[in-house]
């Protein structure tokens, strides 16, 4: 059965830092792409970062430079560190894997909110 466990939301104020974790069973993780999406109320799911299998990474420009991806697959664990945390990063965030075969699978995501 396939697992993938978000943690490290909360309330943070402007300028603040969280980082977010998101630990993967299930999946042969080392093998996989990871990624963190997010959702504000009443918006669609966006993409906010990827990190390949090999370490290659990906940020949207809303995020690049503020915000760190990054994968321990000791641990079978990708991080999301965020800094520098704005109002608009408000969301809900999820972490998505994606398999050699296309095969895709979700967590449950984890809310983050930053007051202004």
């Known amino acids: 059965q396939v697992r993938l466990v978000e943690s490290g939301g909360g309330l943070v104020q402007a300028g603040g830092s969280l980082r977010l974790s998101c630990a993967a069973s299930?999946?042969?993780?080392?093998?996989?792409?990871m990624g963190w999406y997010r959702q504000a109320p009443g918006k669609q799911r966006e993409w906010v970062a990827t990190?390949?299998?090999?370490?290659?990474?990906g940020y949207a420009d809303s995020v690049k430079g503020r915000f760190t991806i990054s994968r321990d697959n000791a641990k079978n664990t990708v991080y999301l560190q965020m800094n520098s945390l704005k109002p608009e990063d408000t969301a809900k965030y999820y972490c998505?894997?994606?398999?050699?075969?296309?095969?895709?699978?979700w967590g449950q995501g984890t809310q983050v909110t930053v007051s202004s």
């Open positions: 998505k894997s994606v398999g050699r075969s296309f095969s895709t699978y």
């Open positions: 299930g999946i042969v993780f080392n093998t996989n792409a």
């Open positions: 990190i390949s299998s090999g370490g290659n990474t």
